[in-house]
């Protein structure tokens, strides 16, 4: 079977946009039976985002009920928080020693931090912490330490997964001894996933604050921030363009069908008040059902726990025969 892995940070409230780019691909993923199944918790990750730790612990608890409630089936998936793998955290060392401090000037995540600031007249490092700069090298720990053959990922992370590709091969290369020790992983660019745009035009994302919420605050919260989804000034009766915000994120949950005739609706003059009415309605048909569970998970953060706990058992259970065998390769072996 196919080893299939995939992570989300835990920086903020799970949003539309990890829904529809991470979550639901992936929950119908581990439905098949010729996969085999990797899905975690980005925390270590957070940290190079977040310095808030209640933030990070809220997040924590609601992207795994998100997952479970999502239909993530624990039995199949191996599912856990980074944290809980020591074993990530020593390979993330191990590959730091192979990885060129050259490659990681280049890294995509660094990089946008030093273009802003020369934009705005400042030390290129400035705010630049040594987990920013070496997040590639985390990204690829997490990945090796399951050697899979795929990771689905958005455009904006291939850079990353080729550096992890990179990584592998060299420690292969200095320390394998002829034997592959690490899988060369592959980026699964998911060519059919819409990227989100967020409240304020850039990429919906969790860090960023401009989030349409998946299940928290309920309907409610899932109402207000579609009624700020910004249109233009149209009257109803007006023809509108369909290439706008509003459509893509109804793209995102609508049948072809259902697409076309919402694009058409606007441009025969369809109001944005009736329009953003429709978009609730699509979303909350499909999400609904699954707030009730995520909400009932959310009283119960003992078993989620629990649930975490086995994860991380079935996780290192994995990965500790692996990082044995790397220690040893690079010449960390017992003496007897
Ligand atoms: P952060 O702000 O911490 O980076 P994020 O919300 O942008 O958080 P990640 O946790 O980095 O998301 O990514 C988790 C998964 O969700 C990834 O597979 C990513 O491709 C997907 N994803 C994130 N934002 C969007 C979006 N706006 N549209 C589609 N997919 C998204």
Known sequence: ?????????????????????????????????????????????????????????????????????????????????????PEVTELNWLLTCVTAKGQMNRAHAYKASTDINEAAGEDPDHGVTMGLFCYPILMAADILLFNPHKVPVGRDQIQHIEMARD?????????????????????????????????????????????????????????????????????????????????????????????????????????WGDAKKQLLELIESQIGPMREKYQALMAHPEQIEELLQIGAQKARAIAAPLLKEVREAVGLRRMN
């Open 167 to 271: 990584v592998a091969a060299r420690f292969n290369h200095m320390f394998g001894a002829g034997k592959e020790l690490f899988v060369l992983p592959e980026a699964h660019i998911e060519e059919h996933v819409a990227t989100l745009p967020g409240l304020d035009g850039r990429k919906m994302s969790k860090s960023y604050d401009n989030t349409i919420p998946l299940f928290e605050g309920g309907s409610k919260a899932l109402k207000e921030a579609i009624a700020r989804i910004v249109t233009n000034s149209l009257l109803p009766g007006e023809p509108k363009d369909p290439e706008c915000h509003l459509v893509t994120i109804y793209e995102a949950f609508a049948t072809p069908e259902q697409a076309a005739k919402f694009k058409a609706d606007l441009v025969a003059g369809l109001g």
């Open 1 to 85: 079977s196919t080893r299939v892995l995939t992570g989300i940070t835990t920086s903020g409230t799970p949003h539309l946009g990890n829904y529809v780019g991470a979550i639901r691909p992936a929950i119908v993923a581990s439905q098949s039976n010729t996969t085999d199944c990797f899905f975690f918790m980005a925390d270590y990750h957070a940290l190079i985002k977040c310095d808030d730790p209640a933030r990070i612990e809220r997040s924590r608890l609601e992207i795994a009920a998100t997952w479970l409630a999502a239909g993530l089936d624990p039995e199949r998936v191996t599912f856990y928080r980074q944290s809980d793998v």
